[in-house]
């Protein structure tokens, strides 16, 4: 199974915004709504940040959202903070009865 | 509150088996699929495959002829072996509890490292 497609890094400075793509196809993102989010800060094990698309866990702030269309999945985060700062990874169920995950995005918070 | 605590041989040579053990605490084994997943160092995320508390295992179809997921309800742990390591295999193997929504909930991570 091949990992679900995402731009290797993104950036943008404090209180900015920005949109992290993850590019799947029919057998996983574009068929199921189980797409999930994590962060993980070097070092750290993944921590969930949206599940079902679109979904926040308790405590996940709500400047973290996703949402999908077709075969990609996003995941928007608004007033960028220096916390912010990680890794993401995509993952989505598949029809295989696996799950994939995305190459992974490195967020730098400018 | 749900706690993974695992373990394992950190350092392998070439051919050998790996061997890891995740622990639950916190909460029951059922209606859960217990997960493995490895991170080679600098890389992305793999998932290994599962297993739930009936025994009943989905594997990656890459790694499928290596990898055996076991359960242990009395213990309340699950396990995993992957056979024939080489140096591709090195990575930080994290074990997880999953629905069929989610990852939730992971364990802390352990390193292992096929060297000669």
């Known amino acids: 199974q091949s990992a679900l497609t995402q731009p290797p890094s993104v950036s943008g400075s404090p209180g900015q915004s920005v949109t992290i793509s993850c590019t799947g196809t029919s057998s996983d993102i574009g068929n199921y709504n189980r797409v999930s989010w994590y962060q993980q800060p070097p070092g750290t094990a993944p921590k969930l940040m949206i599940y079902?698309?679109?979904n926040r866990p308790s405590g996940v702030p709500d400047r973290f959202s996703g949402s999908k269309s077709g075969n990609t999945a996003s995941l928007a985060i608004s007033g960028l903070q220096a916390e912010d700062e990680a890794d993401y990874y995509c993952?989505?169920?598949?029809?295989?009865?696996?799950?994939?995950f995305g190459g992974g995005t490195k967020l730098t918070v400018l | 509150q749900v706690q993974l605590q695992q373990w394992g041989a950190g350092l392998l040579k070439p051919s050998e088996t790996l061997s890891l053990t995740c622990a639950v605490s916190?909460?029951?084994?059922?209606?859960?699929?217990w997960t493995w997943i490895r991170q080679p160092p600098g890389k992305g995320l793999e998932w290994i495959g599962e297993i739930n508390q009936s025994g009943s295992t989905n594997y990656n179809p890459s790694l499928r002829s290596r990898v055996t997921i076991s359960v242990d309800t009395s213990k309340k742990q699950f396990s995993l072996k992957l056979t024939s390591v080489t140096a591709a295999d090195t990575a930080v193997y994290y074990c997880?509890?999953?629905?069929?929504?989610?990852?939730?909930?992971w364990g802390q991570g352990t390193l292992v490292t096929v060297s000669s």
């Open positions: 916190g909460d029951s084994l059922s209606n859960y699929y």
């Open positions: 993952s989505s169920y598949t029809s295989n009865i696996t799950w994939v």
């Open positions: 997880a509890r999953a629905t069929r929504i989610t990852m939730r909930v």
């Open positions: 079902e698309v679109s």
